[in-house]
Protein backbone atom coordinates (compact mmCIF):
# COMPACT_ATOMS: atom_id res chain seq x y z
CA UNK A 1 0.00 0.00 0.00
CA UNK A 2 2.79 2.67 1.08
CA UNK A 3 4.65 1.93 -3.30
CA UNK A 4 0.71 2.26 -4.47
CA UNK A 5 0.69 5.86 -2.13
CA UNK A 6 4.00 6.82 -2.87
CA UNK A 7 3.48 6.41 -7.00
CA UNK A 8 0.31 8.09 -6.92
CA UNK A 9 2.20 11.26 -5.19
CA UNK A 10 5.03 10.69 -7.30
CA UNK A 11 2.03 10.78 -10.45
CA UNK A 12 0.29 14.20 -8.81
CA UNK A 13 3.34 16.07 -8.28
CA UNK A 14 4.62 15.37 -11.89
CA UNK A 15 1.31 16.73 -13.37
CA UNK A 16 0.79 13.14 -15.34
CA UNK A 17 -2.60 13.05 -13.02
CA UNK A 18 -3.69 16.45 -13.59
CA UNK A 19 -3.11 16.04 -17.26
CA UNK A 20 -5.01 12.88 -17.76
CA UNK A 21 -8.25 14.58 -15.25
CA UNK A 22 -8.46 17.44 -17.33
CA UNK A 23 -10.41 16.22 -20.30
CA UNK A 24 -12.13 13.65 -18.38
CA UNK A 25 -14.05 16.38 -16.15
CA UNK A 26 -14.47 18.67 -19.50
CA UNK A 27 -16.50 15.48 -20.48
CA UNK A 28 -17.90 14.37 -17.47
CA UNK A 29 -19.23 17.85 -16.58
CA UNK A 30 -20.40 19.13 -20.48
CA UNK A 31 -22.17 15.77 -20.64
CA UNK A 32 -23.65 15.96 -16.86
CA UNK A 33 -24.86 19.50 -17.13
CA UNK A 34 -26.50 18.44 -20.51
CA UNK A 35 -28.24 15.96 -19.45
CA UNK A 36 -29.01 17.51 -16.01
CA UNK A 37 -30.78 20.31 -17.92
CA UNK A 38 -33.20 18.35 -20.68
CA UNK A 39 -33.54 15.61 -17.36
CA UNK A 40 -35.53 18.93 -15.53
CA UNK A 41 -37.06 20.68 -18.71
CA UNK A 42 -38.72 17.40 -19.61
CA UNK A 43 -39.23 16.18 -16.46
CA UNK A 44 -40.96 19.66 -15.27
CA UNK A 45 -42.98 19.00 -19.31
CA UNK A 46 -43.94 15.41 -18.25
CA UNK A 47 -45.28 16.42 -14.73
CA UNK A 48 -46.83 19.24 -15.56
CA UNK A 49 -48.15 19.09 -19.21
CA UNK A 50 -50.59 15.58 -19.62
CA UNK A 51 -50.10 15.65 -23.71
CA UNK A 52 -46.58 15.62 -23.04
CA UNK A 53 -46.80 13.15 -20.42
CA UNK A 54 -48.83 11.02 -23.16
CA UNK A 55 -46.32 11.60 -25.61
CA UNK A 56 -43.29 10.90 -24.15
CA UNK A 57 -43.98 7.96 -21.42
CA UNK A 58 -43.53 5.18 -24.46
CA UNK A 59 -40.48 6.33 -25.33
CA UNK A 60 -38.80 6.53 -21.63
CA UNK A 61 -40.22 3.34 -20.62
CA UNK A 62 -38.49 1.96 -23.68
CA UNK A 63 -35.11 3.72 -23.39
CA UNK A 64 -34.75 4.05 -19.48
CA UNK A 65 -34.16 0.09 -18.62
CA UNK A 66 -31.65 -0.89 -21.02
CA UNK A 67 -28.54 -0.28 -19.30
CA UNK A 68 -26.09 3.21 -20.95
CA UNK A 69 -22.86 0.79 -21.31
CA UNK A 70 -25.18 -0.88 -23.67
CA UNK A 71 -25.39 1.76 -26.37
CA UNK A 72 -21.62 2.44 -26.13
CA UNK A 73 -21.59 0.54 -29.67
CA UNK A 74 -24.30 2.06 -31.17
CA UNK A 75 -23.23 5.64 -30.13
CA UNK A 76 -19.70 4.70 -31.50
CA UNK A 77 -21.20 3.77 -34.98
CA UNK A 78 -22.73 6.97 -35.43
CA UNK A 79 -20.58 9.69 -33.62
CA UNK A 80 -17.44 7.99 -33.75
CA UNK A 81 -14.86 7.51 -30.62
CA UNK A 82 -14.10 11.64 -30.27
CA UNK A 83 -15.33 13.60 -27.08
CA UNK A 84 -19.03 14.01 -28.57
CA UNK A 85 -19.46 10.34 -28.07
CA UNK A 86 -18.44 10.56 -24.88
CA UNK A 87 -20.11 13.73 -23.65
CA UNK A 88 -23.23 12.08 -25.59
CA UNK A 89 -23.38 8.81 -23.40
CA UNK A 90 -22.27 10.92 -20.45
CA UNK A 91 -25.96 13.09 -21.02
CA UNK A 92 -27.76 10.09 -21.68
CA UNK A 93 -26.79 8.33 -18.56
CA UNK A 94 -27.37 11.28 -16.27
CA UNK A 95 -31.06 12.38 -18.04
CA UNK A 96 -33.00 9.63 -16.59
CA UNK A 97 -32.03 10.10 -13.15
CA UNK A 98 -33.10 13.59 -13.10
CA UNK A 99 -36.14 13.10 -15.11
CA UNK A 100 -37.71 10.74 -12.87
CA UNK A 101 -37.33 12.18 -10.11
CA UNK A 102 -37.92 15.70 -11.06
CA UNK A 103 -41.73 14.05 -12.79
CA UNK A 104 -42.05 12.65 -9.05
CA UNK A 105 -41.50 15.99 -7.38
CA UNK A 106 -44.17 17.95 -10.06
CA UNK A 107 -46.38 15.59 -9.05
CA UNK A 108 -46.32 15.41 -5.65
CA UNK A 109 -46.91 19.16 -5.25
CA UNK A 110 -49.52 19.90 -2.56
CA UNK A 111 -52.89 20.79 -4.91
CA UNK A 112 -53.72 23.04 -2.50
CA UNK A 113 -51.14 25.04 -2.82
CA UNK A 114 -51.54 25.39 -6.19
CA UNK A 115 -55.06 26.13 -6.24
CA UNK A 116 -54.28 29.09 -3.99
CA UNK A 117 -51.65 30.45 -6.23
CA UNK A 118 -54.22 30.45 -9.05
CA UNK A 119 -56.54 32.22 -6.82
CA UNK A 120 -54.39 34.74 -6.51
CA UNK A 121 -53.88 34.97 -10.64
CA UNK A 122 -50.37 32.77 -10.59
CA UNK A 123 -51.18 30.62 -13.71
CA UNK A 124 -49.70 28.93 -17.05
CA UNK A 125 -46.01 29.20 -17.44
CA UNK A 126 -45.19 31.55 -14.35
CA UNK A 127 -47.38 29.07 -11.81
CA UNK A 128 -44.84 26.65 -13.03
CA UNK A 129 -41.75 28.28 -12.49
CA UNK A 130 -42.49 30.28 -9.45
CA UNK A 131 -44.63 27.61 -7.60
CA UNK A 132 -43.82 23.99 -9.37
CA UNK A 133 -40.19 24.14 -9.78
CA UNK A 134 -38.96 25.41 -6.20
CA UNK A 135 -42.03 22.72 -4.67
CA UNK A 136 -40.08 20.17 -6.77
CA UNK A 137 -36.17 21.30 -6.25
CA UNK A 138 -35.62 19.08 -3.26
CA UNK A 139 -36.71 16.32 -5.37
CA UNK A 140 -34.41 17.38 -8.55
CA UNK A 141 -31.50 17.70 -6.08
CA UNK A 142 -31.66 14.24 -5.49
CA UNK A 143 -31.46 13.40 -9.09
CA UNK A 144 -28.46 15.46 -9.76
CA UNK A 145 -27.13 13.83 -7.02
CA UNK A 146 -27.57 10.30 -8.09
CA UNK A 147 -26.62 11.15 -11.85
CA UNK A 148 -23.63 12.77 -10.82
CA UNK A 149 -22.25 9.30 -9.80
CA UNK A 150 -23.94 8.01 -12.68
CA UNK A 151 -21.72 10.75 -15.12
CA UNK A 152 -18.62 9.62 -13.05
CA UNK A 153 -18.82 5.99 -14.12
CA UNK A 154 -20.15 5.90 -17.74
CA UNK A 155 -17.06 8.63 -18.07
CA UNK A 156 -14.92 6.05 -17.22
CA UNK A 157 -16.13 3.38 -19.12
CA UNK A 158 -16.17 5.44 -22.13
CA UNK A 159 -12.65 6.15 -21.96
CA UNK A 160 -11.95 2.76 -21.32
CA UNK A 161 -13.70 1.43 -24.50
CA UNK A 162 -11.99 4.45 -26.79
CA UNK A 163 -9.93 7.00 -25.64
CA UNK A 164 -6.85 8.18 -25.90
CA UNK A 165 -6.33 10.42 -22.81
CA UNK A 166 -8.31 10.63 -19.80
CA UNK A 167 -8.06 9.02 -16.38
CA UNK A 168 -10.23 5.93 -17.46
CA UNK A 169 -7.62 5.57 -20.32
CA UNK A 170 -4.80 5.85 -17.67
CA UNK A 171 -5.80 3.08 -15.85
CA UNK A 172 -6.39 0.60 -18.62
CA UNK A 173 -3.36 1.52 -20.19
CA UNK A 174 -1.41 1.03 -16.85
CA UNK A 175 -3.40 -2.66 -16.38
CA UNK A 176 -2.18 -3.28 -19.72
CA UNK A 177 1.14 -2.31 -19.29
CA UNK A 178 1.49 -4.22 -15.78
CA UNK A 179 1.89 -1.32 -13.98
CA UNK A 180 0.28 -2.34 -10.53
CA UNK A 181 1.12 0.54 -9.20
CA UNK A 182 0.15 3.09 -11.44
CA UNK A 183 -3.26 1.28 -12.07
CA UNK A 184 -4.05 1.68 -8.28
CA UNK A 185 -3.29 4.97 -8.11
CA UNK A 186 -5.53 6.05 -11.11
CA UNK A 187 -8.04 3.79 -9.29
CA UNK A 188 -7.35 5.76 -6.06
CA UNK A 189 -7.99 9.12 -8.01
CA UNK A 190 -11.17 8.19 -8.98
CA UNK A 191 -11.77 7.43 -5.12
CA UNK A 192 -10.85 10.52 -4.34
CA UNK A 193 -12.45 12.53 -6.89
CA UNK A 194 -16.04 10.93 -6.39
CA UNK A 195 -15.30 11.95 -2.52
CA UNK A 196 -14.73 15.40 -3.30
CA UNK A 197 -17.94 15.49 -5.59
CA UNK A 198 -20.00 14.40 -3.58
CA UNK A 199 -18.99 16.81 -0.88
CA UNK A 200 -18.96 19.73 -2.85
CA UNK A 201 -22.83 19.03 -3.97
CA UNK A 202 -23.93 18.65 -0.86
CA UNK A 203 -22.67 21.89 -0.07
CA UNK A 204 -24.03 23.62 -2.75
CA UNK A 205 -27.50 21.74 -2.47
CA UNK A 206 -27.45 22.41 1.09
CA UNK A 207 -26.84 26.12 0.32
CA UNK A 208 -29.51 26.40 -2.33
CA UNK A 209 -32.55 24.41 -0.03
CA UNK A 210 -32.01 26.12 3.12
CA UNK A 211 -34.72 27.28 2.96
CA UNK A 212 -36.55 23.82 2.63
CA UNK A 213 -33.95 22.05 5.40
CA UNK A 214 -35.20 25.22 7.87
CA UNK A 215 -39.26 24.49 7.22
CA UNK A 216 -38.57 20.56 7.18
CA UNK A 217 -36.85 21.14 10.64
CA UNK A 218 -39.70 23.31 11.78
CA UNK A 219 -42.45 21.54 10.54
CA UNK A 220 -40.74 18.40 13.09
CA UNK A 221 -40.44 20.83 16.04
Known amino acids: MSAILA???????SGELLGELVPSLWRMFAGYFIGVALG????????????????????????????SPAYLPIVILFLGIDDEMKIFMIAFASFFPVLLNTYSGVRSVDPVQLQTARTFGVAGWKLLWQIVLPASSPYIFTGMRVSLAVALIVMVISEMVAASSGIGYFILSAQRGFKIREMFAGVLTLAALGYVLNRLFLAIENRVLAWHYGYTQQQRS
Open 7 to 13: TWWDLIV
Open 40 to 67: VLVGLLMGYVRFFYTSARTHHRVLRPIP
